[in-house]
């Protein structure tokens, strides 16, 4: 049985990035921005205060948004384009459906973080970004590791609840940009908050951060997984 | 004598104050091409949905090929092959790529896929086109190739909504003849859930279901049949008078009588025997008979009377 799972949500992995792969405008609408900004976002921002955490905070808030759009549009776009009710009238168990499509938003994700993140790192690693003089590398990848992969998660899994719960794709769409932009402007919020920051990454933080989020993410992926019910998939918001 | 592929007992489903599907009762035999026929909206895809276990009942049971579908809604759809009113295929991928997917989806071993999804294409004259994108395709292929896919893991039930909608003639009775075979050869049963009478009349069995109820019952021939109890007979001739067709409507025999647009009588009988006696009356009464032509009623005349008739009686079972 819980072969079977991985299995089907393999099968449905692979459909989706299928899928993605023959959009021919997927990609460059969403990489080559994605790494355009992550190239001068450094050094637009770089000489604030809160230079490296900001821009963090930035590169990472582009992904997180475009993987819970995704994620919410493969569930709720699927419904009304009515290919989800043929998956669910297959042998499929609707677990392996969402687990399927959540992980496939996930790695897509985390790409598109990468994308975001690459040119940051090469260009620190040529030399310095002024003002981030005192960014270490390995600190920024156990960033994007501990927080930006758990937070495209959160995303994914997010994306997906709410187009569980709402009426159409037009509407579910809607409220994941809105919750994305939510997230960014909390997180912005986070750094002007920190109390005597000084704007450094600091690896304990970052673990911690990433922690908290982890179990976020267990928590809406359990809620999720129990959410998932055949009908409540069909009848949009059941 | 096998069981019957669909057995369903009080059927109901409801969404609020709004019965979809009020208490049907169905049995379908093993290797039958079973026909729903009814109008949009007369609660056949929710029907569909009920039986592949996709929604619950609200009242009632249901079970399809032996399996109860509440208990063993998987079971149900591991044997059943489904087409829904939307051909649900996925558009960016090729025909080839979305016949893999549903093969890959029934753990179909890639030889026996690879050599289905080719014995499918080359049969239905798809073959030449399985790598071009579904998006680029006619409504009818796009239905042909969901068939295809429904029939990938040889199915013991074939569950077809609106099967032939977007389908050229060629197509349909490509289609029908297909079916046909599936059903006596390979003993699959079939059911079509249509809104079009022809499709229907060529079915085995059918059910007539409007506002969620089944109105009639039997095969297409039989419905026809049991409809022409009220017979309609056209008199063409002169001297047919309101007081006439008042006179005629008087007897109990006769359920409707009215001239139509071209002078003719129109009459509604109980039987056709009462007819000569109807004749004799208007011949005594002073009207000129000229002829008198019995209408045969098909089906689509039947279903029409039925749908537009309103039903507050109880339901048929069958």
């Keep these: 049985m819980r072969t079977d799972l991985f299995r089907d949500s393999l099968v449905i992995f692979v459909k989706e990035w299928r899928e993605w792969s023959a959009a021919r405008t997927l990609w460059p609408a969403s990489v080559a921005p994605i790494m355009a900004w992550g190239a001068v976002a450094p050094h637009l921002l770089g000489q604030l205060e809160r230079g490296p955490l900001m821009v963090g905070v930035l590169l990472a808030g582009l992904p997180l948004v475009l993987s819970a759009i995704l994620s919410a549009d493969s569930l709720a776009g699927e419904r009304e384009r009515r290919t989800l009710e043929t998956l669910l009238a297959s042998r499929l168990s609707e677990q392996a459906i969402l687990l399927g499509k959540m992980s496939a938003a996930v790695v897509l994700g985390w790409m598109l973080l990468l994308s975001a993140a690459t040119p940051v790192i090469l260009q620190q690693w040529l030399g310095p970004i002024a003002g981030f003089e005192r960014l270490n590398i390995a600190t920024l990848l156990w960033g994007l590791l501990a927080v930006g992969a758990p937070c495209v998660v959160l995303a994914v899994t997010t994306g997906a609840l709410i187009a569980l719960y709402t009426s159409s794709a037009r509407v579910a769409l809607f409220l994941t940009i809105v919750f994305g932009g939510m997230l960014v402007l909390i997180a912005f919020g986070a750094l002007f908050w920190q109390p005597g920051g000084s704007g450094e990454l600091l690896v304990g933080s970052l673990t911690l951060t990433g922690l908290v989020v982890l179990a976020l993410d267990i928590t809406l992926t359990i809620l999720l997984l129990i959410s998932a019910r055949r009908e409540r998939m069909i009848m949009t918001g059941g | 004598m096998p069981p019957p592929a669909i057995l369903t007992e009080q059927l109901t489903r409801t969404i609020g104050a709004k019965t979809i599907v009020d208490r049907v009762n169905l049995s379908v035999s093993t290797g039958v091409i079973f026909g729903v026929l009814g109008p949009m ?15 619950e009942p609200t009242y009632g049971a249901a079970w399809v090929l032996g399996y109860n579908v509440r208990a063993n809604a998987d079971a149900v759809r591991a044997h059943t092959g489904v087409v829904l009113q939307s051909p649900g295929l996925y558009e960016n991928l090729t025909a080839w790529e979305n016949l893999d997917l549903f093969g890959r989806i029934w753990h179909l071993p890639t030889p026996e896929r690879n050599e289905r999804i080719r014995a499918l294409l080359r049969h239905h004259g798809l073959w030449e086109r399985r790598n071009e994108r579904v998006a680029d395709w006619s409504h009818g292929m796009k239905h042909k190739l969901a068939i295809l896919r429904a029939l990938m893991h040889r199915p013991k039930l074939l569950v077809l909504d609106e099967p032939t909608a977007g389908l050229d003639a060629v197509d349909r009775e490509l289609l029908r003849t297909d079916l046909a075979v599936l059903a006596r050869q390979e003993g699959v049963t079939a059911l079509i859930a249509t809104h079009d009478p022809a499709e229907a009349a060529l079915c085995d069995e059918i059910v007539i279901m409007h ?5 009639a019952a039997g095969s297409p021939d039989a419905i026809v049949c049991a409809s022409a109890a009220k017979r309609r007979v056209m008199v063409t001739g002169h001297g047919f008078t309101a007081e006439l067709v008042d006179l005629v409507q008087s ?11 071209q002078g003719r009588l129109i009459i509604e009988v109980s039987a056709q025997a009462v007819c000569a006696a109807v004749v004799n009356l208007l011949v005594e009464s002073g009207a000129a008979v000229d002829s008198v032509t019995r209408c045969n009623d098909d089906l689509a005349t039947v279903y029409r009377t039925l749908v537009e008739e309103t039903h507050e009686d109880r339901p048929v079972s069958r």
């Design chain 2, 251 to 261: 007897r109990q025999d006769v359920t409707h009588a009215a001239i139509d647009e």
């Design chain 2, 211 to 215: 506002k969620g109820r089944i109105v």
């Design chain 2, 41 to 55: 909206g007369a609660g056949k895809t929710t029907l569909i949905r009920l039986l592949l276990g996709l929604v």
